[in-house]
Nanobody, 120 residues
Framework: VQLQASGGGSVQTGRSLRLSCAAS????????IGWFRQAPGKEREGVAC????????YYGGSVKGRFTISSDSAKNTVYLQMNNLTAEDTAVYFC??????????????WGQGTEVTVSS
């Protein structure tokens, strides 16, 4: 199982980015897949989750209404669309996956992280 995160970069406040998490070794939809982030000096926090089955989505409170998680089964990829970015969104973003119904900090498989920097 491998997860390849990409799409990070440096943007100005209010702009958008889309992160991608390409999965291999399993089929998207058979695992819960989540996005987490870790800012300098802060603990890792959950950002968004698609539980196994891909029917529902869940978001952390600070990103609700601005971020959207989605999956593309044809590309076996999960995306995180991030709109109206603020400096508080600056962090390294990780995607993670595990069998089971939900996302949690100790998920079994992790991608390498992609860095997002938001500046004014």
């Amino acid at each position: 199982v491998q997860l390849q995160a990409s799409g990070g970069g440096s943007v100005q406040t209010g702009r958008s980015l889309r992160l991608s998490c390409a999965a291999s070794g399993f089929t998207v939809g058979t695992h819960a897949i989540g996005w987490f982030r870790q800012a300098p000096g802060k603990e890792r926090e959950g950002v968004a989750c698609i539980p196994t089955g891909g029917i529902s989505t869940y978001y952390g409170g600070s990103v609700k209404g601005r971020f959207t998680i989605s999956s593309d089964s044809a590309k076996n990829t999960v995306y995180l669309q991030m709109n109206n970015l603020t400096a508080e969104d600056t962090a390294v973003y990780f995607c993670a996956a595990d069998r089971g119904l939900r996302c949690y900090p100790g998920m079994r498989y992790w991608g390498q992280g992609t860095e997002v920097t938001v500046s004014s």
